[in-house]
């Protein structure tokens, strides 16, 4: 059900550690994992593999520190704990619709152990969750909807890319600078916009509040791609009177230890929404029950009990 269970993160950062330590233990049969289990697996890495030098102790050291951090930040949302004796982190799961959510955003954040089958459908749970969110941040009374590839018959935005993007155009009330040929025959992508919205303004006239976001899971590619819906990218051919506001919905819990941003330095004119403001935003305006299902969650919890 999923791969590449005994290869650990490449990243020495304690967020992308503390989120695999996450995912052991929630498909460990005791529902656990201690600092015993992470020790054999990083010696056997050692040995089939680099034979490099590890400090074993220190990294548990590290993933603890952040899990008490997440226990705090997160609250009763955060379905782990961490054993009294630091030795274990254990899930303790109580079926609640944030503790989902949480656990929904962590398998969203590995997609690297999720098989080829099941990422279009993880892919697309974490864009509908975005969308929810993302109309809770729009001024009341906007237009707000989705620019996915594979939209479906009901999608607002239909055809190729040159079709979206002008249909695009229309909405937010700007003269398209393109033409056919400048986009690739039979694209049906989104051209780096998930999410479209505006607020109409009472009237049809130009200069209008927008925003657009992109939406991603992975945990490189949104270094760059947190910038695919900026203003700077696509101004040019969609000219409007006043710069749209850009965000980016990622379900990487992107803080250090300490609180702050982690890579901060790689934060461009974005706004991101990363685990942490996902979950909060969804308990700020009681979202919950718009959450989408997720059936991947329950295949791996069942997985994992029998």
């Not at 892919?123 to 939209?151: D, Q, Y």
Request: aromatic content about 10%.
């Amino acid at each position: 059900m999923l791969l590449c269970l005994d290869a650990p993160p490449s990243s020495s950062d304690p967020l992308f550690w503390t989120d695999f330590v996450e995912l052991k233990a929630l498909i460990h049969p005791d529902r656990c994992y201690s600092r015993g289990d992470l020790v054999g697996l990083l010696r056997r890495n050692r040995d089939t593999q680099s034979n490099r030098a590890t400090h074993d102790e220190s990294k548990w050291r590290d993933i603890v520190s952040f899990a008490q951090n997440r226990a705090i930040e997160f609250g009763d949302a955060y379905p782990f704990n961490i054993s009294a004796d630091i030795d274990t982190i254990e899930l303790i799961f109580d079926d609640s619709d944030k503790q989902k959510a949480y656990l929904k955003l962590l398998l969203s954040s590995l997609m690297r152990h999720v098989p080829d089958n099941s990422r279009g459908g993880l892919a697309r749970f974490f864009e509908e969750a975005c969308l929810t969110v993302f109309g809770k941040l729009m001024p009341e009374g906007s237009e707000i909807h989705p620019n996915w590839a594979n939209g479906g018959e009901t999608a607002r935005y239909q055809g190729t890319l040159f079709q979206k993007m002008t249909s695009i155009a229309s909405d937010i009330r700007c003269t398209a600078n393109f033409q056919l040929s400048d986009f690739k025959p039979n694209d049906t992508g989104d051209g780096g916009i998930d999410l479209v919205a505006w607020h109409p303004m009472t009237d049809r006239r130009e200069g209008i509040p927008i925003a657009f976001a992109q939406c991603g899971c992975s945990k490189e590619d949104w270094k760059f791609k947190h910038l695919e819906a900026s203003y700077a990218k696509h101004h040019r051919h969609l000219p409007v009177m006043h710069p749209w506001a850009t965000y980016y919905f990622m379900p990487l819990d992107l803080r250090q230890s300490s609180g702050d941003w982690a890579y901060k330095s790689d934060i461009g004119d974005a706004i991101i929404v990363d685990r942490l403001r996902l979950l909060r935003l969804s308990a700020q305006y009681n979202l919950w029950t718009m959450w989408p299902r997720l059936p991947l969650l329950n295949t791996v919890m069942q997985l994992s009990s029998t």
